[in-house]
């Protein structure tokens, strides 16, 4: 097995909104597991760093203070960004992240935040905020992301996403950009309940915060797979970890989003 990865945690010190370090923290803790070592690099403003190097690209949500504050350096950044994620980069963005990953988000106000384009995706906000225990479906989105390298099966916490979303921002998803997967229960991109998320090629995006990994063990392995492969070109099947803890996690989310009531204020 190869044995090493290298994650950016984009801008930590202004999109870490909810506790998204907590992502980092579990694909660390279930890499190590199987001894794959993880180095992770802090990228902040001005800081000058070659994505060509970079296995698994992190950026968390933040109100919009935080994105007017890294917007204008991750626009110089965003075309190395783009350009690596053609080539197999993999990126994993949360709500402010996955906002600023796409075409652009546009304030209450009416201010345009510009964004990557790495999603072929825009959001603007709306005067809701859209609150609330979310399960998403990921076994049946049209482009079926996960079967590049994980297959679900036919239980509950291989074929879902569980999280929790807090946005205004309603994100419009453009012909070139896939969701993440269905909302079962929740808001999702637009309120609407129908898609969340974005994907391409392999940068990932979601309104799921939580942190979303922990709870859902099954994509955080994926995405370290995907990461192996970006590095090595290959790689083996994962070592199997006990997940009994993080699907009991997984299944009470599901539950409690069932009687749990969801907020548009």
Request: aromatic share 10%; charged share 25%; glycine share 10%.
């Amino acid at each position: 097995m190869a044995n090493k990865i290298r994650i950016f945690n984009m801008y930590p010190d202004a999109m870490n909104l909810y506790g998204d370090i907590g992502n980092i923290i579990s694909i660390i803790r279930r890499a190590i597991l199987r001894g794959i070592d993880v180095e992770v690099i802090d990228v902040r403003v001005d800081d000058k760093v070659d994505f060509t190097e970079c296995d698994l690209l992190f950026l968390g949500g933040g109100q919009d203070s935080g994105q007017k504050i890294i917007a204008e350096d991750l626009l110089k950044k965003g075309p190395a960004i783009k350009n690596e994620v053609e080539k197999g980069m993999v990126a994993f963005t949360v709500c402010g992240g996955f906002q600023l990953f796409g075409k652009y988000f546009q304030m209450a106000n009416g201010e345009k935040i510009q964004g990557i384009d790495v999603f072929d995706a825009y959001t603007i906000a709306s005067d809701k905020r859209l609150i609330g225990n979310a399960v998403v479906d990921i076994a049946h989105t049209s482009t079926e992301w996960h079967t590049k390298l994980f297959f679900p099966s036919s239980e509950a916490t291989d074929t879902t996403l569980v999280g929790f979303e807090n946005h205004s921002g309603k994100t419009t998803l453009g012909p070139n950009c896939q969701p993440l997967g269905y909302v079962i229960r929740g808001y999702g991109n637009m309120g609407d309940g129908n898609r969340e998320g974005g994907v391409y090629k392999n940068a990932f995006g979601t309104y799921l915060h939580g942190s979303l990994l922990p709870k859902n063990p099954k994509f955080s392995d994926h995405l370290i797979l995907l990461a192996l492969y970006r590095r090595y070109g290959s790689a083996e099947a994962l070592i199997p970890l006990d997940d009994t803890i993080e699907n009991e996690a997984h299944l009470a989310a599901i539950e409690r989003s069932k009687t749990a009531k969801t907020l548009s204020i």
